[in-house]
C-alpha cells in the first residue's frame, strides 16, 4: 500500500507542477488570458503528461549517480513534453524548447530548494532529540 501511496504523490505532485506552468504559459503568450480558447482534451493531456513527467521522479530513489538519474530524468521529461505537444498539436520550435529547458531549470531549482529546507528541518530535530 505504502508504493501506491507514493505512486499517487509523485503524479500528483507532476500535475501540480504541469497546471502551474501552463497557466503560466497561457498568461505570458496570450494577449487576454479570457480570449483564449482551452478545451478539455488539452487539459487532460497536460495533467497526464505532467503526472507522468512526476513518476518520473522515482528514478532519484534508485541507486543510478545523481547525474545520470537527472540526464534519464531530463530525457524522459522530453519526450514526454513532446507526446504532449504532438498530441496537442502544438509546434514545438525554439521558443517552445525554450520554455521547456526554463521551466525544468525553475522547477528543479524549487524542488531542491525545498529538499535543502527539509534537510535542515529534519537534522535540528535529530540535534534537539540527541540534546535529551
Given at each position: 500500500?505504502?508504493?501506491?501511496?507514493?505512486?499517487?504523490?509523485?503524479?500528483?505532485?507532476?500535475?501540480?507542477?504541469?497546471?502551474?506552468?501552463?497557466?503560466?504559459?497561457?498568461?505570458?503568450?496570450?494577449?487576454?488570458?479570457?480570449d483564449v480558447d482551452v478545451?478539455?482534451?488539452?487539459?487532460?493531456?497536460?495533467?497526464?503528461?505532467?503526472?507522468?513527467?512526476?513518476?518520473?521522479?522515482?528514478?532519484?530513489?534508485?541507486?543510478?549517480?545523481?547525474?545520470?538519474?537527472?540526464?534519464?530524468?531530463?530525457?524522459?521529461?522530453?519526450?514526454?513534453?513532446?507526446?504532449?505537444?504532438?498530441?496537442?498539436?502544438?509546434?514545438?520550435?525554439?521558443?517552445?524548447?525554450?520554455?521547456?529547458?526554463?521551466?525544468?531549470?525553475?522547477?528543479?531549482?524549487?524542488?531542491r530548494l525545498t529538499q535543502?529546507?527539509?534537510?535542515?528541518?529534519?537534522?535540528?530535530?535529530?540535534?534537539?532529540?540527541?540534546?535529551?
Amino acid at each position: 500500500m505504502k508504493i501506491w501511496r507514493k505512486i499517487l504523490d509523485y503524479f500528483v505532485t507532476g500535475i501540480g507542477f504541469g497546471a502551474i506552468m501552463y497557466l503560466l504559459i497561457l498568461g505570458m503568450l496570450s494577449d487576454s488570458v479570457g480570449d483564449v480558447d482551452v478545451p478539455l482534451k488539452s487539459v487532460l493531456i497536460v495533467f497526464i503528461c505532467s503526472g507522468l513527467i512526476g513518476e518520473l521522479s522515482f528514478l532519484f530513489q534508485t541507486d543510478l549517480s545523481y547525474l545520470l538519474a537527472l540526464g534519464l530524468h531530463l530525457v524522459g521529461t522530453f519526450i514526454l513534453f513532446s507526446i504532449m505537444m504532438i498530441l496537442n498539436h502544438w509546434i514545438i520550435n525554439w521558443q517552445t524548447l525554450m520554455i521547456f529547458i526554463l521551466s525544468y531549470i525553475v522547477i528543479w531549482i524549487i524542488i531542491r530548494l525545498t529538499q535543502e529546507r527539509d534537510i535542515r528541518k529534519i537534522n535540528q530535530q535529530i540535534k534537539k532529540r540527541s540534546r535529551r
